[in-house]
C-alpha cells in the first residue's frame, strides 16, 4: 500500500453548514466548541436549521496560511446556503470541494452553495460511482423508494471541474487527503442491504462503494477523519486512513457514522467498542449516527464525545 503524505496542521476548524439537529440555547461553548448565536442586530431573529443531511465547511491553517474546503453539500436545495448567510460565511475563501457519495442528502445543495462560492472550473473530487444511475431502496419487497443520483453535467454547469477518483487523492498541497474506496474488512460493517441499483434490467445489491472521507493530520495529535455517511463502515475507514497516511494516532473521528434504524442497531455495541480500542481523543457523530447509537458512544467515551449541531464550529489546535 503505498502511502500519502499529509501535511502537519497547526489549527483545523470545522464548521458545520448542515446537521440532523439544532438547540440554540444549548450554552456550551468551550476552546473546542463554538455553538451559533441566534441573533441579528442584537435580537433573537436569527434561526439556524436542521435537516436530515450534511455539509461542512474545513480550514487548515498553518503559520498564517489558511486554505479552505467544502465537504459535502446538504440536502435541500438551499439550507446549507442559508445557514452560511446566517453564520456570515463567506464561501469565496473555498478553493476545492468534496464530494462523500452520491446520496441526495449530500449532494442536494450543490447549485446553491456553488452559486455563493462564485468560482468556475473549482475541482470537485469524488469516487466515479458517485454518479451510478437507477439507485433505490427497497426497505421491504415490493416497496421501491427512488434514490436520485448527481448529474455530471448539472454539477459542471454550476461550475465545478470533477475529479474522479478511486484512489487517494491530496488536496490543498497535501492539506487534506481524500481517501478514495475504502476497503471492508470488519466482520459487522456489511453496507446498506435495502439499497439497489437497476443495470440492463437487473436489480443488483448498491455496496456505495464510492461513500468515503477526508483525513487531515493536527500537529503533535494525529488525524482529524471526517466521513459523510461511512457507508463503508467507520472503523473500516479509521483503520484506511491510518493505513494511507502512515499515522497511527487518532486525534478526532467526526461524520455521519450510519447507525441508525433497526437494519444497524445491532453493530452499534460492535463499532463502539472497536472505536474504543482506536482511542480517539474526540468522536463527534453526525446526521446518520442516529440517536441511540450517539447515546452509545456518550455513554461509553464521556470524555471524548462531542455532540455536534447544524452552526457548530469545532476548532482543533496543535
Known sequence: MDRFKVNEIDKIEILTLEDNYIDIASGDNSAIVSRPAPLKDMQLANSILAEHGFSALVSCTTKDRTRTMLFDFGFSRDIAARNADALNVDLAEVETAVLSHGHIDHFGGLTEMAAKIGKRGLELVVHPAAFKPNR????????????????????????????????????????????????????????????????????????????????????????????????????????????????????????????????????????????????????????????????AFEKAMPDQFILNMSGTKLTFVA
Open 136 to 295: 433505490y431502496l427497497l426497505p421491504v419487497p415490493g416497496f421501491k423508494i427512488g434514490m436520485p443520483s448527481p448529474e455530471k453535467g448539472k454539477i459542471e454547469e454550476a461550475g465545478f471541474r470533477i475529479v474522479e477518483t478511486k484512489e487517494p487523492y491530496s488536496l490543498l498541497d497535501e492539506d487534506v487527503l481524500f481517501l478514495g474506496e475504502i476497503p471492508r474488512r470488519t466482520s459487522f460493517e456489511k453496507g446498506m442491504p435495502t439499497a439497489f441499483y437497476e443495470e440492463n434490467g437487473k436489480e443488483i445489491w448498491d455496496a456505495i462503494e464510492e461513500d468515503t472521507a477526508i483525513a487531515m493530520n493536527i500537529r503533535g495529535k494525529g488525524l482529524v477523519i471526517l466521513s459523510g455517511c461511512a457507508h463503508s463502515g467507520i472503523i473500516n475507514t479509521v483503520k484506511y486512513a491510518q493505513e494511507v497516511t502512515g499515522i497511527n494516532k487518532v486525534h478526532v473521528v467526526m461524520g455521519g457514522f450510519h447507525l441508525t434504524g433497526p437494519v444497524f442497531e445491532p453493530i452499534i455495541n460492535d463499532t463502539v467498542k472497536s472505536m474504543k480500542e482506536i482511542r480517539p481523543d474526540y468522536v463527534i457523530p453526525t446526521h446518520c449516527t442516529g440517536r441511540k447509537a450517539a447515546l
